[in-house]
């Protein structure tokens, strides 16, 4: 079970080019997803949506959000965003400088809430990658 969550979870935070991801990252993304996973909690059946890029407005699935992109230092505590962090793991990923700007400038919208900008923030990724390149995910783990 813990193998389809760390799945869903690495579809859910896909930062880059699906292809491209490193295999550093990978390592870091099972490790802090299961970190994010047991302490937020989230439901098996929210992680599963986001595969389709249906994102609920769930308060587990923002917590593991925010822990992920607090884990990697893509967002503080108090839910700031650190830009060249997140151009430096797009670019680290496979981005060019082009999409990694593109994806940094219009996905890391801040709101009222830090766990709220967090679940924003990949909504907005899902958005622009395309999605064939998210589900190929499935097909290299």
């Not at 579809?11 to 390592?27: G, H, I």
Request: aromatic share 8%; hydrophobic share 35%; with cysteine.
């Amino acid at each position: 079970m813990m193998f389809f969550v760390i799945f869903a979870y690495l579809c859910l935070m896909e930062l880059c080019q699906a292809e491209m991801l490193a295999p550093e990252m990978r390592s870091k993304l099972l490790e802090h997803g299961e970190k994010c996973y047991k302490e937020a909690g989230t439901d098996m059946e929210v992680l599963l949506k986001t595969k389709e890029g249906i994102f609920p407005d769930d308060p587990k699935l923002k917590k593991q959000l925010f822990c992920m992109n607090k884990s990697f230092g893509i967002q503080q505590e108090n839910g700031e965003y650190n830009e060249a962090v997140m151009k430096t793991i797009l670019k680290n990923n496979g981005a060019d400088d082009k999409k990694a700007d593109e994806l940094t400038k219009k996905c890391l919208v801040k709101k009222d809430d830090p766990e709220d900008s967090a679940l924003e923030m990949t909504k907005c990724i899902y958005s622009i990658i395309p999605p064939e390149e998210i589900r190929s995910l499935y097909n290299k783990m």
